[in-house]
């Protein structure tokens, strides 16, 4: 039945200049101009917005975290009382928001959720989807790229959570771009977080040097799908209300909504384990943590083998509460708590920006854990969840074969009948 389908698919596609002729002349016909994009390497770029509230610099001027210092390639952040100003030479690649630990600063539409359906949505309808800079692209992008300011914007959580959920995903750098570019640290940048991804997933990511070597075609699937919905329409079926390009985002949006289930999920039993609280705030997950958790949830072995650093607390010392009070304050994501007399941290809400360290070296040292050790240890009532967690998944599995069983065998009825058909027509000598 797939190959039958797909000889006329084939078919079809002989049409395809034609069809893109066709489908303007309809546009205008509606009134309605078909969409030229103009290539503008400035629609990708925006200026980070700053949230000094969450930053540690803003809350301890000699607070050791300087990563957006370190990366911007024009020196164009400044701290000054208490705030975060950034500078008209900003290039806007916003690679300091990437590797901000606490989201002090950020762009919307870059942010790890954002970019995480972004390049879903692409790697679910097309063969391969190819990540790219405005830099390296120089032109309108095909359906088949995503084009950001720079490669180093995505961080190792979000190609993790990409690389497990979509394998047809690939880098696309012509070899020395990176060299002339004036986003001087970018290379540097997009290299390490690969590499600590692929150290996780144990999986390599694909570079594609040349535009010659792309797969621009729609994924076989999708296109069946989008085939046997026309065919219908065009003969009068109303098998499906829904147009192609419509059916082939409605695909996508069922596995982001799948997705969004887990996220919320996640938040939902963190909220019952852990409390959205700690005694004087709300706790704050960040978005690549939410993410990585929720990709976690359907690969504990990544747990293993993620590396983070967490503090380790000295309850021994002998400190005074009051001092000890405003650390735990400090802490931008509420991590930290004082319950019954006792210090206690909650790993899942921390995100190593070592302001505690900072503020009180006796008390607080980091520490490189797992990923199981360090915010994936659950407690007993979590352990339960995670068994049946392990069990539901188990049943998914199973029920998925079922299906795919299932499917095989109505698909090959269905090539029995249209055989007969053929015979019979053929019998009938095409009367
Ligand atoms: S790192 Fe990039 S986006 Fe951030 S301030 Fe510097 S130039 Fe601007
Ligand atoms: S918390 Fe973010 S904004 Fe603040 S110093 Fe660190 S990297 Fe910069
Ligand atoms: S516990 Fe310490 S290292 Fe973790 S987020 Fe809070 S202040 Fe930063």
Not at 206 to 211: A, K, Q, R, W
Not at 287 to 315: G, Y
């Amino acid at each position: 039945m797939a190959d039958f389908l797909d000889d006329f698919i084939n078919i079809s596609k002989e049409f395809g200049a034609i069809k893109d002729e066709v489908s303007d002349m309809g546009a205008r016909l509606m009134g309605e101009e078909p969409e030229r994009l103009i290539w503008n390497p400035a629609d990708y770029k925006e200026y980070p917005k700053a949230n000094p509230a969450m930053c540690v610099r803003c809350k301890y001027e000699d607070a050791s975290c300087s990563k957006c210092l370190d990366v911007c390639p024009t020196d164009s952040i400044e701290f000054e009382d208490g705030g975060i100003e950034i500078l008209k030479d900003c290039r806007r690649c916003g690679l300091c928001t990437q590797v901000c630990p606490t989201n002090a600063l950020y762009i919307s539409k870059y942010s790890a959720d954002a970019l995480y359906k972004e390049i879903s949505k692409v790697a679910g309808t097309q063969n391969m989807a190819y990540v790219t800079c405005t830099r390296a692209l120089g032109h309108v992008p095909e359906p088949s790229q995503v084009v950001l300011p720079c490669v180093g914007l995505i961080s190792a959580e979000v190609w993790t959570s990409i690389k497990y959920d979509f394998p047809n995903v690939a880098i696309y750098l012509p070899i020395g771009i990176c060299d002339k570019c004036r986003t001087t640290t970018g290379e540097e940048v997009y290299g390490n977080e690969v590499m600590l991804s692929e150290e996780w997933t144990d999986q390599n990511m694909d570079l594609v040097i040349s535009e010659d070597e792309m797969d621009f075609g729609i994924r076989r699937d999708v296109e069946r799908r989008d085939f046997v919905k026309n065919a219908a329409k065009s003969v009068g079926l109303n098998a499906s209300k829904v147009n192609p390009i419509t059916a082939r985002l409605a695909r996508v949006y069922e596995k982001l909504e799948a997705h969004q289930v887990k996220f919320d999920e996640i938040n939902k039993s963190l909220d019952r384990l852990l409390g959205v609280k700690n005694s004087e705030k709300p706790r704050k997950l960040t978005p690549e943590r939410q993410l990585i958790l929720t990709t976690i949830k359907d690969h504990l072995e990544l747990a293993n083998r993620m590396q983070v650093e967490v503090p380790e607390i000295n309850n021994d010392h002998n400190w005074d509460e009051e001092e000890l009070k405003e650390v735990v304050n400090s802490c931008p994501t509420g991590a930290l708590d004082i319950k019954d007399g006792t210090l206690e941290i909650e790993p899942t809400y921390c995100v190593s920006c070592a302001l505690c360290v900072d503020l009180a070296p006796e008390i607080f040292r980091l520490e490189t854990k797992s990923a199981e050790d360090a915010f994936y240890r659950f407690t007993p009532e979590a352990q339960k969840e995670r068994e049946k967690e392990l069990k539901r998944i188990e049943e998914r599995k199973l029920e998925r074969k079922e299906h795919i069983a299932k499917a095989k065998k109505l698909a090959s009825k269905a090539a029995n009948i249209t055989e007969k058909i053929g015979d019979e027509f053929e019998k009938s000598d095409g009367k």
